[in-house]
């Protein structure tokens, strides 16, 4: 069995830092922890009014925010790709406390008409990690790590877009959720994830105010995950944005269960048996005409001729946008039947077998 000790019993780094920046072990000395934030904006199509406000940032984009890895550099777009047709604009709804019953609502109106929905989480980081290299570990103890950082986390954000493939059909909608539960000066974070988020415009103190409530929002996000759109769920890297949804649909005590298969069979029964698409996993399956489409998620989407055309990175609105139109712009150019879509289906990093 994997066993896993905290630093408050058993530290092997130099003295702590004074915020609760959590360095924790995983089998062996862990290295020290990094990061993977998310987006925001505003535009032009609108849903039906409501009587919730939607405020939202604009801001150019920083270089790229995805993960690190070691093909996180970029490349030029591949010769093969031509340009993408013009992006209509979208709109990032921001979600607190106040208006979440309105926007909600608005959820719920909107949720048939759409095929897809794309998902992004914010949360604080990473709090254990191998001392050693992932490809070097097994499938078993990838998920051990992936279970042991999402049963240790509060949920900062959570970026919502509804979407269809139709070209004439209205452009997505985006809402980003922000939560209170989080507080930097207690819970275990990664420092330089929540470094990123600040400079991203994640403002904690208004979260801690403002922020929506996490026994509020999992029934909800129940009752969308069993109506989710029929096409299928949409993700980037998506094994730990998987399994933050589903602790967030049954609360922040849940915690995760013991192997990935039984993860697979909760994350089906919630999407009664919808598909889910990893855009990461499908960039690496294009075929040799595709060239590299290796990378983080700014990274791909620039190899793929797409924009980030709203907010920035390290956001979970507009990452959830732009994880969206990634998708839409390879499932045009590479897998464009649906024979070739389902083989692609149910492919989630850190989660080695299919839904």
């Known amino acids: 069995m994997t066993t896993f000790s905290m630093p408050s019993r058993a530290p092997r780094v130099p003295a702590p830092i004074k915020t609760r920046t959590m360095t924790c072990y995983y089998d062996y000395d862990l290295a020290t922890p990094t990061t993977r934030p998310d987006v925001v904006n505003t535009a032009s199509w609108s849903p039906p009014s409501t009587p919730s406000s939607s405020d939202s940032t604009a801001a150019s984009p920083p270089a790229h925010g995805a993960p690190p890895t070691a093909f996180s550099h970029h490349h030029p777009v591949p010769r093969s790709i031509p340009p993408p047709p013009s992006q209509r604009v ?25 095929r ?11 709090v254990y990690r191998p001392s050693v290299p992932a490809y070097l570990l097994t499938p078993e103890k990838r998920y051990a790590l992936l279970k042991a950082n999402v049963d240790a986390l509060h949920l900062i954000q959570l970026g919502l877009t509804l979407f269809n493939s139709d070209p004439t059909s209205p452009p997505p909608i985006t809402w980003e959720f922000t939560f209170r539960e989080f507080d930097p000066a207690h819970d275990p974070h990664a420092a330089d994830s929540i470094a990123l988020l600040r400079a991203a415009g994640v403002d904690f103190a208004r979260a801690a105010r403002h922020g929506v ?32 949804l589903i602790k967030a649909a049954f609360g922040s005590g849940y915690r995760l269960p013991a192997s990935a298969p039984e993860l697979e069979a909760v994350a089906a029964a919630m999407l009664r048996r919808r598909p889910v698409f990893d855009v990461k996993e499908m960039a690496q399956r294009c075929g040799p005409r595709a060239g590299d489409l290796r990378g983080g998620l700014d990274c791909v989407a620039a190899k793929l001729g797409v924009a980030r055309d709203v907010g ?9 946008l732009l994880t969206c139109r990634a998708f839409l712009r390879m499932k045009e150019l590479y897998f464009d039947d649906d024979d070739k879509l389902g083989s692609v289906a149910g492919l989630l990093t850190d989660i080695t077998t299919s839904f």
């Open 116 to 126: 897809y929905a794309a998902i992004d989480t914010e949360f604080p980081g990473t």
């Open 312 to 320: 920035v990175a390290h956001r979970a609105g507009a990452d959830s």
């Open 213 to 244: 409530h996490a026994s509020a929002f999992g029934p909800r996000l129940r009752r969308w995950l069993m109506r989710a759109p029929a096409a299928g769920l949409v993700t980037f890297a998506g094994g730990r944005d998987v399994a933050h």
């Open 90 to 114: 979208a709109e990032v709804r921001q979600v607190w406390h106040e208006n979440f019953t309105d926007e909600a609502a608005l959820i719920d109106a909107l949720l048939p008409k759409y």
